[in-house]
């Protein structure tokens, strides 16, 4: 069956960076995009941006440009999403979830709880 | 950038009563691209439907989608306990995605 296992919850310091993990199991790693959509505490979800784990590419929400940095690992089918310049407004739950290009998100990780804290 | 607004804010009913969820879009959207998720405390979201009024593998007939242009709407047929959780619209055509702010369905 289909699963996306994100990594564990991460607390930080203001300035830091965090990279979360999202492992996909249950199809071909190269058939699906992987989306990042987060989530702050008692708010709505607010799309992040694409990455292709085929050929590399990636897209990501204006708001994010310049700090964020999707990648993958094909040897071990596994992406990544990379937040710098923390701030305290970048507490969230962080999912991914796949899509075709031009689709639905039918699957989403658990998960992880990124904390941006002095 | 296509803003998504669901009405109401909160939607208090009781078990077995009918629920109507609407979306409305800032500009029309093609209806094969927008979704409709559930999300319960502490979980993740569940795809419902898609495409406007496709449902999702295992999802219960008692949902339905429909509608097109600016104006989508969810229907929840008859209120299970389960069902009472936070449900949010997305669209999915048009870069970037974009999300409405959520419903909230409450016990009565």
């Known amino acids: 069956q289909v699963q996306l296992v994100q990594s564990g919850a991460e607390v930080k310091k203001p300035g830091a960076s965090v990279k979360v993990s999202c492992k996909p199991s249950?199809?071909?790693?190269?058939?699906?995009?992987l989306h990042w959509v987060r989530q702050a505490p008692g708010q709505g979800l607010e799309w992040m941006g694409w990455?292709?784990?085929?050929?590399?590419?990636?897209k990501y929400a204006q708001q994010f440009q310049g700090r964020v940095t999707m990648t993958r690992d094909t040897s071990i089918t596994t992406a990544y999403m990379e937040l710098s310049g923390l701030t305290s407004d970048d507490t969230a739950v962080y999912y991914c979830?796949?899509?075709?290009?031009?689709?639905?998100?039918?699957?989403w990780g658990q998960g992880t709880l990124v904390t941006v804290s002095s | 950038e296509i803003v998504l607004t669901q009405s109401p804010g909160t939607l208090s009913l009781s078990p077995g009563e009918r629920a109507t969820l609407s979306c409305r879009a800032s500009?029309?959207?093609?209806?094969?691209?927008l979704a409709w998720y559930q999300q319960k405390p502490g979980q993740a979201p569940r795809l419902l439907i898609y495409?406007?009024?496709s449902r999702a593998t295992g999802i219960p007939d008692r949902f339905s989608g429909s509608g097109s242009g600016t104006d989508f709407t969810l229907t929840i047929s008859r209120l299970e306990p389960e069902d009472f959780a936070v449900y949010y619209c997305?669209?999915?055509?048009?870069?970037?995605?974009?999300f409405g702010q959520g419903t909230k369905v409450e016990i009565k």
């Open positions: 997305q669209q999915y055509g048009v870069s970037p995605r974009t």
């Open positions: 500009q029309s959207i093609s209806s094969i691209y």
């Open positions: 249950g199809y071909s790693f190269t058939d699906y995009y």
């Open positions: 979830a796949r899509a075709t290009y031009s689709s639905y998100h039918d699957y």
């Open positions: 990455i292709n784990p085929d050929s590399d590419g990636t």
């Open positions: 495409g406007a009024s």
